[in-house]
């Protein structure tokens, strides 16, 4: 399989709604990017590996105040692995409430699932 621009364009897409979603308190909307099961590797951040859709859409609601109130990516790299299964990487900026900004760096398996591309796995680096 290859990669066609399509492509290309809805992984990007998927990666970019992340950001729109939880900046705009839709948590249940990530529904549409990741899967159910996805393992969201936080360790770096000191928050370990949250198990499922449901424990990271916990911990993100417990944030509270501490989330960021703005989240953008850039920077995306695609890697064709095979069969439908791609890795992206890219760069994250969240701005915080008091204006100060943190940077991390997104490491994903994306799949193509019958329901579209979705994020299987994600790795968060500072």
Do not use: Q
């Not at 900046?23 to 909307?29: I, K, M, T, V």
């Not at 204006?99 to 968060?124: A, P, Q």
């Amino acid at each position: 399989m290859s990669l066609s621009a399509e492509d290309r364009f809805a992984i990007t897409d998927l990666i970019n709604l992340h950001g729109h979603l939880v900046d705009a308190g839709d948590l249940e909307g990530l529904r549409a990017v990741f899967v159910e099961d996805v393992p969201y590797d936080v360790t770096a951040l000191g928050g370990g590996v949250l198990h499922g859709l449901a424990e990271g859409l916990a911990a993100a609601a417990a944030m509270g105040d501490a989330a960021p109130v703005a989240h953008h990516v850039t920077n995306i790299v695609l890697t064709e692995l095979g069969d439908g299964r791609v890795r992206a990487r890219s760069k994250g900026l969240g701005v915080l409430r008091d204006g100060g900004v943190g940077s991390v760096t997104y490491d994903d398996r994306i799949e193509r699932l019958e329901v579209g591309w979705r994020i299987v796995h994600r790795v968060v680096r500072r």
